[in-house]
Each structure stands twice: as C-alpha cells, then as structure tokens.
C-alpha cells in the first residue's frame, strides 16, 4: 500500500534552518510529482510546493519563495523540503504528498515544525 | 495566491444535506476543473473525498458530490451522520502553475 513518512521536523529557533524528509514506499517513487503542504496550529492548509519526476520544475508558495528550497532523491524514493531563514510564522504541522494528476491523493501522516526563541 | 472563498462554519442535523462553498476566479476554479475537497478530523491528515471536480476516489461514500458553476466549486454531503463531523477543504490548480487551497469550512451535525 502506499505509504508516505515525514520526518527530520522538531524546535528552531528564528533565522534557522532545518531539513525535512518524505519517504515513499508501496508505489514507484519516480512517477510522481511530490508536494509539500502545511498547516499552522489552528489554521487552514496551505500548499508550499511541488517537484516533477525528474525535478526539472519546481514550483513554491509566494511565502516560502527565496527561503525553501525542494528536491528529491528518485533512487531513495525520497523528496526533500530545506528551510532556511525560519521565521515564527512557519510553525505548522508539514504534509507531503503524492499528486496522482492534479489532485493530491495520499498524504503523510505529518510532522512539525515549531519556530520559536 | 489569495485562497479560496469558503464559509467558516456550517451545520446540520443527520439525515439532512448541506453544502459547501468555494470562490475562486477565473485564474484558479473558474480556468481549470482541477478542483478537489479534502475532509480533515481533528488531528488527522487531510483524506481526498472529491477529485477533478465531481469524481469520489474509490471507497469514498456517494454520499458526498462534487459540482462547479463559474469561479465556483460546491461540495454536497446528503444523509449526513455524526462522523462527517470534520473541516473541509477545496483547492484548486491556478495559472502560475501553483495550488491554492480553501480556507476550510467546519461542518458541525448537529
């Protein structure tokens, strides 16, 4: 079945940085395009990424733009989501997912990110 | 990238039906029938219920439908029970090749 884990997220303070993992499994990796959403405590979902197959088109969120920076790894079946320049306001619970043609149908479980001094 | 238009809250009694509303413009759900909803529980990850505007991924109740009508998407549950009880979300694909999501709407029953 497929399966999708986050990990690497945990406490950072302003201005920092932290590497986020998504690990896929039960379905080829290297077909797919990836995403990244989050959601901040309380709050709504917000998409932050996306990466083609072979990660020749990346797209971010105007938010993020400049700071994160997304890739994948095809022969782990891993995609990445480095953040850098952390601020307060991106603390959320982060969400890969798998974009089976325009719609987004399996997520992880999620894994967050708190930003505080 | 503004989100789309959804209202905060809506409720209903079981049995009943009820809709959701999502407003977006011609650069996102108007432009492209690219519309999903998700349902998300408290403390879970979101769940794809309705796809490409009106498709149900497979074991998803047909309970819940999906229409669109110009800039803006619908989502109807009919007979609803208590474990419908969740947020909503719409999202939409947009011109500059991003994605946008709802602000959600939470369905209480009543």
Known sequence: ???????????????????????????????????????????????????????????YADSVKGRFTMSRDNAESSAYLQMNSLRVE???????????????????????????? | QSALTQPASVSGSPGQSITISC?????????????????????????LIIYVVYNRPPGVSNRFSGSKSGNTASLTISGLRTEDEADYYCSSYTSSNTWVFGGGTKLTVL
């Open chain 2, 23 to 47: 407003t977006g413009t011609s650069s996102d759900v108007g432009g492209y029938n690219y519309v999903s909803w998700h349902q998300q529980h408290p403390g879970r990850a979101p769940k």
């Open chain 1, 1 to 59: 079945q497929v399966q999708l884990v986050e990990s690497g997220g945990g406490l950072v303070k302003p201005g920092g940085s932290l590497r986020l993992s998504c690990a896929g499994s039960g379905f080829t990796f290297s077909d797919y395009y990836m995403n990244w959403i989050r959601q901040a405590p309380g709050k709504g979902l917000e998409w932050v990424s996306f990466i083609s197959t072979n990660a020749n088109r990346i797209q």
């Open chain 1, 90 to 117: 991106d603390t959320a619970v982060y969400y890969c997912a798998r974009d089976d043609g325009y719609y987004l149908e399996y997520w992880g479980q999620g894994i967050l990110v708190t930003v505080s001094s």
